[in-house]
Every structure is written in C-alpha cells, then in structure tokens.
C-alpha cells in the first residue's frame, strides 16, 4: 500500500519554471491521470518523481513521511518505478537480462548468474502481463517496438512496485494489447500499488483512471474524480478554451485520382493490394498492429519497394525504387516514427525542417543561406513551434513540437500531390492533435491527395471521406461515411462479422 502526496513541487531550468508550486494527493489502490498539453510540466514531475531531477523546493510524501528521492536509485528503494515514452532497453541483450538488469539471481557465487532462474522469472512476469509469447531469450532488438514496449513495462513489473508511474505506455500497442495492459494496471491498483498515468488519450484515461490532475503551464489548474467531468471540461482545462470541435469542418469535394495502386504485393506483409485517392480527398487506414498498413505506405513511397502489382501516380506510372524519386514525383510521407525516420534529432530546427527543399533554396548546388532560413522561419511561424528560434537542436523540443517540424519539412516542397501520414499524432497533446486535424483538412481542401494511416478509430473516422480497414495484410472492407462507427472498425480489422452499421461522425 502506498499513498503519494506532492506539496508546492517546483523546479526551474536557467530561470524559467517547468513546474510552479503542483500539489496534489493520490490515495493507495487508485489511478491517477496527469493531463495536460506537451510543456505543461508532466515530464518534469515524473522525473522528480523518479530521482532523475532534484526538486527546487516542496516536498513528496508517501504514506504521510517525507520522502527524500535524490536518485533513480532512491525512487527504487522506495518502491517508485517508471516506465518512460522512450525505450531504455539495451538491444543486444535478451529480453530477461533487460527485465532482471540489475537484479540477477545468482548461484552459491554471487559473480554466477542463475540463468534458468532468470528466464524462469522473466517468463512468469510476462505470462502474468498477458504475454507468454515473448520468449526471454529473446534479443530485444529481435523484437518489433510493440514487443519493446511490453518488455519495457514488465522490467518495471519485476520490482513490484508501490508506485507505478506510466508514460504514454500504448503508444505503440494495439487494441488487444493495450487491454491487457489495463488488465494488469486494475489487478496492480486492486493489490493495493498507485498508478500515475500519463497519456494524450483521453479515451484512455475515461477508461483506466479513478482521479486526474490537468497540469498547464506548469501549474495543476483541475483535480477531482473521473465521475466528475467530461472530455470536453479536461480539454478545456489543458489548452484554456473550450474545442467545441476537435475535427475541423471541411466542404467535402473530390477531384481527378491522385494515386492509384492494383494488385500491390509484398511477400509477408500484404498482397493484392487496390485503392485510389482523389485530389481534395482524404483516404483513410485502419488496422491492428501487424495488418500492413505502414507496409503498404513505404511501398508507395518507395521505402520499401513491392514484389508486384502496379502504382499510378496522375495517371502515369510510379514504381518507385527510393523515396527520393517519390519527392521528385509529387509524394510527401510523414512516418510513424519521427525521430527514426523523420528527424535528425541532434540537427537544428533549420537543417531539419529545411532538409526536403533544396530545389528551393540552391542554385547550381550552392544553398542560399538567408533564403533558407526565411522559409523554414516563416513555416515554423506559421505551425507555432515552440520554443521559437531555428538554432536549438530538434532534440530539445517536445513531442508535438518536433512533429510539427516534420509537417514544416513536407509544406516547404512544392508540387506536393499525395500526403501520407502514417499515425501523424501518435505522441502529442490534445492542442497540437488539433492543429494536425486543421492543416490535413486544410491541405485536403487545398487540391492535395491524403493517405491517412492511423490506429486510433476516433481519428480516421473524425478526418476521413473513405476509409479503407486493414486485416493481415487484406484489404478487410471500404467503408463510405454512413458506414463509421468504433464497432464496424474493429470488427473488420479483427475479422469478425460486422455489425448493422451507424453513422458516427466525430464532428
């Protein structure tokens, strides 16, 4: 059992506050949501939380002492354990090492390691999770990042933890994975364990939270219960006004096809593959983890070549063997993740938001300096990144804000005529989420062919003319707007019978 209390916390960097005096209470056995747009200060507190950053003042309390948590180490003994939005396992170790790091069972010689002690361990904690599947001897770079993620969540579950702070944990897991891991969060908060649960969802958090803090600005401006408020009063404490509409209103209007794939096949990840997009449409996928969507995108962009079948791009021929001939023909791709495929993390906003433009910026392969810096300033503007200033480093920026530097590097080619987003707001707040909604319906509205690929059904029914459902590499059905809902959605892309469908639109 444990009760956390977090009085008048703050902490500043260099003189600018990242967290302002945050209390609040969270009672043995409960789960606690922290809400709040990307920079309102949730970071912060879990690292002080955690014993990666020293608070400047205030204190934390656990069932009502004073807790001194002056590192990792010290979180640990205490029994807090955090799961990060990053990964932090080590590649060329196997799953149980990553799991058990630290804590190995030894033989009679503390220097021998127990390995079918380990493994057996490791494989309970798993099998308990819900994944039995994952073999421990497994290298977690053999591992797909949704298996990553599991592992990262069990190595905390090992320590069986008094205080179990999660980090955009489904980030990356599907519908069926991510129930487990309410499963295993509910059987935690009945043990009698405290949950800190950080997520953009707000689905999420209706769903597994008893109470919710909302930070802004680094202040907690909304606390209470779950029973006590609806999406749209949390929305409206994180950004300080009212959404009425998260989904932007669009005239809906369909031009000459954009993109036309046939009988698209690559071994192993999808076959017999045929859609179409039009100018000023916007296409839908959805699908579970696995069913090929992402696939099927690098393929069209040239990523990750097909075996067969045939891409038409305004009607001419577009077998694309890199992306950069893609570019060249009109395609612009916005991948799932950004900092692996989108961004050079260690560059500045200008070199990577500037890096897909050179046709604009150079002559005879000279770059204009001043003109570059114009034109990825002015686009920078006009997306509000934040912090302002092209120098930093991407790295420095949050989640939402390098996205947009993502968008910013797309807006900035010219002859754009397909955008492909594959999950664009995976990882950001509600704010940002907003204004990705507003500039795919604005590039929609402005003559442009969108691809959008997302695994949130809230999202692709709230954006989409179309909507194309996904099942182990099949197209499992076309649905036209009368046919949304949730339910249809998934019993597609589970390959269940569907439902009598309804009309959900989202806006």
Not at 293 to 306: H, L, Y
Not at 400 to 426: H, S, Y
């Amino acid at each position: 059992m444990a009760e956390l209390s977090v009085s008048k916390i703050a902490k500043s960097y260099d003189g600018n506050p990242a967290v302002r005096e945050i209390s609040f209470s969270v009672s043995a056995g409960k789960v606690l949501a922290l809400c709040g747009e990307n920079g309102a200060g949730k970071s912060t507190l879990m690292k002080m939380l955690s014993g990666a950053v020293t608070p400047d003042s205030g204190e934390i309390r656990l069932d009502g002492n004073v807790a001194e948590i002056g590192s990792p180490a010290d979180a640990m003994a205490l029994g807090i354990c955090t799961v990060y939005q990053e990964l932090s396992l080590l590649p060329h170790l196997s799953v149980g090492e990553n799991m058990l790091l630290g804590r190995m069972p030894c033989r009679r010689l503390p220097f021998m390691v127990d390995w079918r002690a380990a493994n057996r361990i490791a494989g309970n904690v798993l099998a308990d999770f819900g994944f039995p599947g994952i073999n421990p001897r497994t290298l977690v770079r053999d591992l797909s990042v949704a298996q990553q993620q599991i592992v990262e969540i069990a190595k905390a579950l090992v320590a069986k933890p008094r205080i179990l702070i999660l980090d955009e944990p489904t980030a990356v897991l599907s519908a069926m994975e991510t129930e487990r891991l309410f499963a295993k969060v509910r059987d935690l908060a009945a043990g009698g364990a405290t949950i800190l649960y950080i997520s953009h969802r707000l689905e999420e958090i209706f769903e597994i939270a008893d109470e919710f803090v909302v930070l802004k600005d680094g202040r907690s401006v909304l606390a209470g219960g779950l029973d006590e408020v609806n999406q749209g009063r949390l929305i409206e404490a994180m950004v300080g006004r009212p959404l009425e509409a998260i989904f932007p209103d669009r005239i809906r209007s369909r031009g000459e096809v954009v993109l036309e794939v046939e009988h698209l096949t690559q071994g192993g990840a999808f076959d017999d593959i045929g859609l179409r997009v039009h100018a000023g449409e916007i296409v839908g996928m959805f699908g579970l983890v696995g069913s090929g969507r992402t696939e099927i995108a690098k393929a069209i962009f040239g990523a990750r070549p097909a075996d067969g079948g045939s891409v038409r791009l305004s009607g001419s021929p577009a077998r694309f063997s890199t992306p950069a001939q893609a570019v060249r023909s009109g395609i612009a791709m916005i991948t799932e993740d950004r900092k692996g495929d989108g961004l050079a993390l260690d560059a500045s906003v200008l070199d990577n938001a500037g890096l897909a433009s050179f046709g604009r910026t150079s002559r005879l392969g000279v770059i204009d300096g001043t003109k570059r810096r114009r034109l990825v300033e002015d686009q920078t503007a006009s997306l509000s990144v934040r912090p302002k200033g092209t120098a930093r480093p991407v790295r420095q920026l949050s989640g939402g804000n390098q996205q947009k530097v993502v968008l910013a590097k797309w807006l900035l080619v010219e002859g754009i005529k397909l955008f492909i987003f594959d999950e664009p707001t995976r990882g950001v707040d509600i704010a940002t989420k907003v204004e990705i909604y507003r500039i795919i319906a604005d590039l929609a509205a402005n003559g442009a062919a969108v691809l959008l690929i997302s695994s949130e059904m809230p999202e692709v029914i709230g954006l989409s003319d179309r909507l194309i459902v996904m099942r182990e590499g099949h197209i499992a059905a076309e649905l036209t707007p009368d046919q949304f809902s949730m339910e249809t959605l998934f019993m597609h892309a589970a390959g269940l019978a569907a439902p009598e469908t309804r009309q959900e639109r989202l806006h």
